[in-house]
Nanobody, 130 residues
Framework: QVQVVESGGGLVQAGGSLRLSCTAS????????MGWFRQAPGKEREGVSCISGGSLGTYYADSVKGRFAISRDNAKNTLYLQMHSLKPEDTAMYYC???????????????????????WGQGTQVTVSS
């Protein structure tokens, strides 16, 4: 049974930093594109950042480029999202996502189409105060 569990959310002041972690089990972690999506109240779920199984490909939403950094440790089945210079508009529930990537990997496509995701975590709340 696949499980995807996020941690690391919390309340931070604008300009601060947080690091999210996501640990997956029950899957061949290295065969999955992993990513972070977020959803604010009243808004659609959007892709924040994704990384291919071998870490060769990454995608960042324009709104987080230069502030967020995604990484993964396949030996630990863990995904990370380091967030710097946080803004109030970054406030949302952040979800870890997994997509089996096979031979063909379009990181941007999988990161901008939530319906293509195979597995979701329960989410971790990030709140940025002004």
């Amino acid at each position: 049974q696949v499980q995807v569990v996020e941690s690391g959310g919390g309340l931070v002041q604008a300009g601060g930093s947080l690091r999210l972690s996501c640990t997956a089990s029950g899957m061949a972690f290295g065969n999955y594109l992993m990513g972070w999506f977020r959803q604010a109240p009243g808004k659609e779920r959007e892709g924040v950042s994704c990384i291919s199984g071998g870490s060769l490909g990454t995608y960042y939403a324009d709104s987080v480029k230069g502030r967020f950094a995604i990484s993964r440790d396949n030996a630990k089945n863990t995904l990370y999202l380091q967030m710097h210079s946080l803004k109030p508009e970054d406030t949302a529930m952040y979800y870890c996502a997994a997509r089996y990537q096979g031979v063909y990997t379009n990181v941007k496509e999988y990161c901008t189409e939530p319906h293509l995701i195979n597995y979701w975590g329960q989410g971790t709340q990030v709140t940025v105060s002004s």
